[in-house]
């Protein structure tokens, strides 16, 4: 569900990017005071396990789509929302500017409707009252599953709205709207089965990693080995799993081919399109996960572009969001140290 630049005008992108940056401000300054540090390498191996488990687009049957998880709800899960929510803005920053994976003008949005609604509305308002503070097995699973569809339902309807608002008229509303939340209904369903058995395992290995009031138990896993599980995890998807992924258009792209006709439309072209297009050209190293200066290969052989682009994704992925958590927890600490000193 990344946008492309097509799809908004400069106003409604706009708008959008100061929506985000005013939510990412918001949340530096909550996860300056409340993360605990020894957190922050956790941030960043889910971070590079949400891009990696991103490459992978799965068939929904009968339909000659495809769909990939979105990871907002199983941050805001593991790290809370506020930490969560800078995570899938790192995520979505390194596939916009190093892998051409959604437009630059384009990325606050990208950011508010995978960002905002999992993070900030479907973990606080449905998550958090269907699983409770010391949820069982079932009430996590299937809180993760009903957060899950809800959440990827609104960032889809925010995708239909700010096509609205952008005037895009190869999209009419009412037809996009009928077929962008049905097939994001199915790819919703799969986001949650998924997130439901990632939360149900750290409910089993680490109690207490999880945003709740979890009641004390065995911890069957440390810190350290569960960080290396999923950077395993993470290098083997995008490393590897990545070559089987779905070669079906995503859901946003089967939804405009069946509005317009066509996956790709004209949409807006004005100077900033220009300018960040050109500017995207030049720092995407991997555009569409591949070598800019592939050959063409047979339909379902392995690229090594792909892999590539798994590797380098992850690992700048990891040293980004690592790096803004450690330089967020160091600007808290002076802050508090210097209120501390006009005390």
């Not at 390194?94 to 950011?111: E, H, K």
């Not at 700010?162 to 919703?188: D, N, R, V, Y």
């Amino acid at each position: 569900m990344h946008m492309a630049d097509a799809l908004i005008n400069p106003v409604v992108g706009g708008t959008m990017w100061a929506a985000t940056a005013g939510l990412t401000a918001y949340s530096a300054k909550k996860v300056t005071s409340s993360m605990d540090k020894s957190r922050i390498p956790l941030m960043g191996v889910m971070g590079a396990f949400v891009f990696a488990a991103q490459m992978i687009n799965f068939t929904i049957p009968g339909t000659g789509s495809s769909g990939h998880i979105g990871g907002g709800l199983l941050l805001a899960i593991l790290l809370g929302p506020y930490a969560s929510f800078i995570t899938i803005a790192s995520i979505l920053t390194v596939q916009a500017f190093f892998f051409a994976d959604g437009g630059l003008l384009a990325l606050g949005s990208n950011i508010f409707n995978l960002g905002f609604f999992p993070c900030f509305v479907a973990y606080p308002l449905i998550f958090r009252n269907i699983a409770g503070d010391n949820p069982g097995k079932g009430r996590l699973f299937f809180g993760s599953i009903l957060a899950a569809v809800i959440g990827l339902q609104l960032g889809s309807l925010g995708v239909v709205l700010e096509t609205l608002f952008s005037g895009i008229t190869e999209l009419p509303f009412g037809t996009f709207l009928l077929l962008m939340q049905p097939i994001h209904l199915a790819i919703g369903v799969v986001e949650g089965i998924v997130t439901a058995v990632i939360a149900v395992f750290i409910l089993d290995a680490r109690p207490d990693i999880l945003s709740l009031q979890v009641r004390e138990k065995p911890k069957q896993f440390s810190m350290r080995k569960l960080v290396i599980l999923f950077l395993v995890l993470a290098g083997i998807t995008g490393g590897g799993v990545s070559w089987f992924a779905s070669s079906h258009p995503d859901g946003l792209e089967w939804a405009i081919a069946g509005t317009s006709g066509s996956e790709e439309i004209t949409g807006s072209s004005t100077a900033a399109h220009r300018v960040l297009s050109e500017a995207q050209e030049k720092t995407a190293i991997l555009p569409d996960y591949a070598f800019k200066e592939r050959a063409a290969e047979p339909a379902g052989k392995a690229d090594p572009g792909t892999s590539l682009s798994g590797i380098v994704g992850i690992l700048l992925t990891l040293g980004i969001v690592v790096l803004v958590g450690y330089l967020l927890k160091k600007f808290g600490k002076r802050s508090m140290s210097n209120n501390e000193q006009l005390r």
